[in-house]
């Protein structure tokens, strides 16, 4: 399920009008607007507001070609329209101490404010009465990578201002902030905001452009029906989006679970007629030694030995090949590895110094990451070697015993092959081996199309 598309779908209908019924004894939002404009106009000769210079008290917008229907008893209008301030912030600076907390861009997370980790600040007392928040009000991120987000306050228990990086916006009451703040969240909000941002670098919306946002008003109940079932829908989602999460570490967690039972002989049922795998670490090298029991692994399932990573594995230092950004391309046939993550960077026309022909596992000793990867390829880092299995040892349960494996270290430790040779790695017979790579592919596909359905 696109919890976020299922999000849009549902906001795209709030704002339509199509999510909650009509209620033909509503009081229309014409006249709504009607009594917004008075109290402007009241408070403008009060001195208590300024008079807009983007529109004048009198003016009421109208709308001939409208972004898409409404009902009959909603009203197209601005943010100015309905807002009796839209206000940028402070330049203060943040302080460990002082009189009044003050929230920045960075302190608004997922809709969300920690106050007990808010920084406070110092204030002439006189002109913080301008920026001092109340619940109800909303906040606009202005500028940066945020740029359009909005923060409903909700439940201050301190004085607090706000940094210069944020706009509030205070509606009138005859409009709810809850419906104002859903509507910042719909698909057409921010279509608005895309095409109202400027600057390449540091995109921005300034004042002007976010009081000329239309926005469709419903009549005040409408407006309370709207929220509630909003609020809702929304908490719904939420739990299904902490399902998600919960659910991917789980589906984690498992695979670790498979790898592990695989490498102690529990994933599949051993077969006593299958040749013991001491007779083929034999036949690998018969003048090894081995254990059927040996290091940690006190309970080895029959037939199973135990042998150093060493004596069924090969490694190299491969040549670095050195690579940049003008000699490959997406469109090139060989891959091109790099140190960190042992990941695929790049690909490249050239054929010359490829290894191989046979699947090996590219080892980094800087963060003992390993993946198994099929030639040809290049590799960029002299940080990461080419391991290559021997051919009676499946390179695929291999691979899942190094994935599981890590030594424990400094992190900027560099940790050589050498030390990873050393360990001690069960071996089945090689016809379980293959049980046990066909069985946690088959459980790995399982999960991986559950992640995918997520």
Not at 2 to 29: F, H, M, S
Not at 224 to 231: A, D, G, K
Not at 249 to 272: E, H, M, R, W
Request: proline share 5%; net charge negative.
């Amino acid at each position: 399920m696109d919890t976020k598309k299922l999000r849009q779908k549902i906001l795209d209908l709030a704002i339509r009008g199509k999510l909650v019924p009509q209620d033909p004894n509503d009081e229309p939002a014409s006249v709504l607007l009607e009594r917004i404009k008075e109290e402007k106009e009241r408070l403008i000769k009060e001195g208590k507001i300024r008079k807009s210079k983007r529109m004048a008290s009198s003016d009421m917008p109208h709308y001939e070609n409208v972004p898409f229907e409404i009902p009959s008893s909603w009203e197209w209008t601005t943010i100015n329209t309905i807002s009796k301030s839209i206000l940028y912030g402070v330049s203060e600076s943040a302080k460990t101490n002082g009189k009044y907390r003050l929230l920045r861009i960075t302190d608004i997370q997922n809709n969300s404010v920690q106050w007990d980790s808010v920084p406070y600040t110092d204030f002439d007392e006189n002109k913080a009465k301008s920026y001092l928040l109340s619940d109800g009000d909303i906040l606009f991120a202005r500028t940066g990578a945020t740029v359009g987000k909005s923060y409903l306050v909700q439940g201050l228990t301190e004085e607090a201002i706000y940094a210069s990086y944020l706009i509030r916006v205070q509606t009138y009451d005859a409009v709810l902030p809850q419906y104002v703040k859903f509507y910042f969240e719909s698909g057409y909000y921010w279509e608005q905001i895309e095409q109202g941002s400027v600057g390449v670098g540091q995109p921005n919306v300034n004042g002007t452009i976010l009081g000329n946002l239309h926005v469709p008003i419903p009549p005040i109940h409408e407006q309370f029906r709207i929220v509630s079932e909003l609020s809702k829908w929304m908490g719904i989602i939420d739990i299904i989006e902490m399902g998600k999460t919960d659910l991917q570490t789980i589906i984690k967690q498992v695979k670790s679970k498979i790898l592990d039972l695989a490498i102690q002989g529990k994933l599949v049922a051993q077969d006593p007629s299958d040749e013991p795998a001491s007779e083929l670490l034999k036949r690998i090298n018969p003048k090894a030694e081995f254990a059927c029991d040996n290091g940690h692994y006190t309970q080895l399932s029959d037939g199973w030995t135990v042998c150093r990573l060493e004596q069924v594995t090969n490694y190299e230092q491969p040549t670095a090949y050195i690579v940049n950004s003008t000699t490959y391309d997406d469109s090139y046939l060989t891959p091109v590895l790099t140190a960190g993550k042992s990941f695929i960077i790049g690909y490249t026309n050239e054929t010359a110094g490829i290894y191989s022909n046979l699947p090996c596992i590219i080892f980094d000793d800087f963060t003992t990451d390993s993946k198994k990867v099929d030639f040809p390829f290049k590799v960029k880092s002299s940080a990461m070697k080419i391991l290559k299995i021997h051919k009676d040892i499946e390179i695929d349960y291999v691979a899942m015993f190094m994935s599981i494996t890590r030594l424990v270290g400094d992190t900027h430790k560099r940790y050589w092959i050498s030390e990873y040779s050393k360990l001690e790695i069960p071996i089945p017979p090689k016809a379980e081996q293959k049980r046990i790579v066909y069985a946690a592919r088959e459980i790995f596909t399982q999960l991986d199309e559950i992640m995918e359905s997520l």
